[in-house]
């Protein structure tokens, strides 16, 4: 083989390999896609609802915003490699609900002044977080203690916290405004009147109230924000380069001098706080905090981010991936209310959805490599 | 092939470097220089010292004996990071890439190049008190509200310490890696050594064998190395891919960088070394200008001539099969 050829079939192969790459990127969408139409079809014939449509999609919307922040946690956790999955962060959404919740309904039973209840209702359950996030980041950086048990032995002790505090009930008694916050819209749009902000327009009598428009609930506006930096921080700053780095090759990271150790702490520190948000988030939502208020998200939010194709070896994954992931299983929740099917066929969907991502992903690597 | 100008001056000096690991000794009185230019082979049997002596150069072992000179001057390395300060770059077999990243990445592996508005420590600072005012204003409130002034003492240092622990979590969310300088570096740090890699987006994973070795003798030329040492570059490459490795050893050593080159490989030894160093038994045994020996002469002198005599091996039998002598 000559140098021309050599370097011709190298080309022709890394083209291969991208295009690949780029149908192993794709494929959740067109799979979305086709979901959506699934479901618009046996809506439509079986029980003649109207599957897409602007409410759906907004309930979707919301529908994902709690897989998503967990998601995205554990996308930052997986992509850090060497083993690391954190089997806390749904506790840990559990105790920053409890904990926001706790100061919510002992200050609004003080009659404080409304902002400051949520203010420090939420910042109180976030912060709380850094702990328990902390805790897992310096067990794994430091004393090397392998992710799956600390954050499993974590996980345990803030779900046992979160009962004692709650006295295992949900903790209720909340101020209203707090639901306006967790259920409300950014904007409302009400034809021939305009739109108005954060509120139904005051004018509006009970009779108005179907025409009102909901635009960008609030939580799903929430999820945006926090969704883009963590995009930003993964994909645009070194400390997200040191994340990749580490979970590609940590040995190489230490030798290169990455502070191997302070960025483990600070990724698993910032995946708690993604917790907490969700936390809090939850508590708006349902007026009340529970200590198991994330139970059944860990494992939609681990499937989420294995559709979305981060590798479970780590030093690969995009935050994209986890949104189009989380949008998958959000969709295949609502769209099993909308039929009017039992909820319980959402973890055979999802687990079969799960199965196929895996089997789509490690064959377009298979190719890719070869 | 072989036409450095070899200064006098030695850039590298190791004198009677001793290293034992409890009874055992593993290294003992080695002496040996490196000048600008050169290529050194370091050639011995298995357990005959090489690694050990290479890790006291390099700064991951320290020497129980003797004294290493660096550029005229006595130098001393707590750790290897010591050594590459200095420019003592060493490449070993697993050539410390991260292979889901793309090739100037890696060039840039832990020192990435960023696009500078504001200094990773002044956005610390920045953020810090942009989270620890407010809260602690908030919290110090709520404290004077419920318990009075210690709740107000309490919700104050509560307030400011949150804010500096957010700081420490999001205060490098300014700093952005400069991928474009990064890349366009690394297109010229490759060039200045004449290799060829089809696109430097890619992952390494989908490099070769030989480019990867490329990538990172790069990088430690890119990170300013005065003298680099190779641990068995050309293991586990291809016959092709052998040649361009060792033809990048010998222009490193044209643009006066010196490399010292562990083998097995005698073909390889005498394609690219001025001078082979042998080791025996922590021992160095000879020192021979490559050009005025022959493998025959080395391979005695690594396996100890009376064993080979002893033995019966023929030495050229050793050479024949692929140059592999001490398995």
């Known amino acids: ?370 | 092939m072989k036409k450095s100008q070899v200064s006098m001056e030695p850039l590298l000096r190791a004198v009677n470097l001793t290293k034992r690991f409890g009874g055992l000794v593993a290294v003992e009185n080695v002496s040996f220089d490196v000048r600008p230019g050169e290529v050194i082979g370091l050639v011995g049997d298995n357990g005959a010292g090489k690694s050990t002596f290479i890790k006291m150069i390099s700064g991951v072992y320290q020497p129980d004996d003797g004294e290493i000179y660096f550029d005229g001057k006595k130098v001393s390395f707590i750790d290897p990071r010591d050594a590459r300060d200095l420019g003592i770059e060493t490449i070993y077999q697993d050539l410390a890439l991260a292979e889901n990243l793309d090739v100037g990445s890696n060039i840039f592996l832990g020192r990435e190049m960023k696009k500078r508005f504001i200094s990773e420590k002044l956005s610390r600072i920045i953020i810090s008190s942009a989270f620890a005012l407010p809260l602690a204003a908030l919290l110090a409130w709520l404290g004077l509200q419920f318990y009075k002034i210690p709740g107000l003492v309490l919700g104050l240092l509560f307030g400011l310490a949150s804010g500096f622990v957010l700081g420490w979590l999001f205060g490098s969310v300014t700093q952005i890696v400069d991928r474009k300088t990064m890349m366009g570096e690394s297109t010229k740090a490759l060039k200045r050594l004449d290799i060829e890699i089809p696109s430097l987006t890619q992952q390494v994973r989908n490099l070769s064998g030989g480019q990867r070795q490329s990538v990172a003798i790069a990088r430690s030329i890119y990170w300013n190395a005065k003298v680099m040492i190779m641990d068995e570059p050309t293991a586990a490459l291809g016959v092709s891919e052998q040649r361009k490795v060792l033809s990048l050893v010998r222009t490193l050593a044209d643009h006066g960088v010196p490399v010292i080159i562990i083998s097995h490989n005698m073909q390889d030894v005498f394609a690219v070394a001025d001078r082979i160093v042998i080791l025996r038994r922590g021992r160095k045994v000879g020192e021979e200008v490559s050009a005025e020996t022959t493998p025959d002469k080395i391979v005695s002198l690594m396996v100890g001539a009376e064993t080979v005599h002893k033995m019966g091996v023929i030495p050229q039998a050793l050479e024949s099969n692929g140059g592999v002598a001490g398995a």
């Open chain 1, 1 to 370: 083989m000559t140098e021309m050829e050599l370097s011709t079939t190298k080309a022709a192969k890394k083209t291969r390999a991208e295009r690949l790459s780029t149908i192993r990127q794709i494929w959740p969408w067109f799979f979305l896609v086709l979901m959506v139409i699934v479901f618009a079809i046996i809506s439509k014939t079986k029980n003649n609802v109207t599957f897409i449509s602007y409410r759906s999609v907004q309930g979707i919307l919301v529908y994902a915003t709690q897989i998503l922040l967990i998601g995205l946690a554990e996308t930052i956790i997986i992509i850090s490699g060497n083993g690391g999955v954190d089997l806390s962060v749904h506790y840990t959404l559990g105790i920053a609900a409890v904990i926001s919740a706790f100061i919510m309904r002992a200050m609004y039973a003080a009659n404080l002044p409304p902002a400051l209840t949520i203010a420090a209702g939420f910042s109180g359950g976030i912060l709380f977080t850094i702990i328990p996030g902390w805790v897992n980041g310096t067990l794994v950086a430091k004393v090397k203690v392998p992710p799956f048990i600390s954050t499993l032995g974590m996980g345990y002790v803030m779900y046992g916290v979160a009962l004692l505090i709650s006295r295992g009930q949900a903790i209720s008694d909340q101020p209203n405004y707090l639901g306006q916050i967790g259920n409300g819209n950014l904007l409302y749009y009400w034809p021939k009147h305009g739109f108005s902000w954060l509120k139904i327009p005051a004018a509006a009598t009970q009779a108005d109230l179907q025409h009102i428009i909901p635009l960008v609930p609030n939580v799903v506006a929430i999820t945006l924000v926090v969704t883009i930096l963590i995009w930003f921080i993964l994909a645009k700053t070194q400390f997200g380069q040191h994340i990749y780095a580490i979970g590609g090759n940590i040995q190489a990271s230490i030798r290169s001098g990455i502070p191997v150790a302070s960025t483990l702490t600070r990724a698993y520190t910032l995946a708690a706080v993604l917790a907490g948000i969700a936390g809090v988030i939850w508590t708006s939502r349902f007026t009340s905090g529970a200590s198991n208020a994330g139970e059944p998200t860990l494992l939609f939010a681990i499937a989420a981010v294995v559709i979305g194709g981060t590798s479970m070896f780590g030093g690969e994954g995009r935050v994209i991936g986890t949104v189009i992931g989380a949008l998958i299983i959000a969709t295949i929740q609502y769209g099993l209310v909308v039929l009017g099917q039992q909820p319980y066929w959402q973890y055979v969907t999802v687990g079969v959805v799960v199965i196929i991502a895996v089997i789509v992903d490690q064959l377009g690597r298979k190719m890719e490599h070869s």
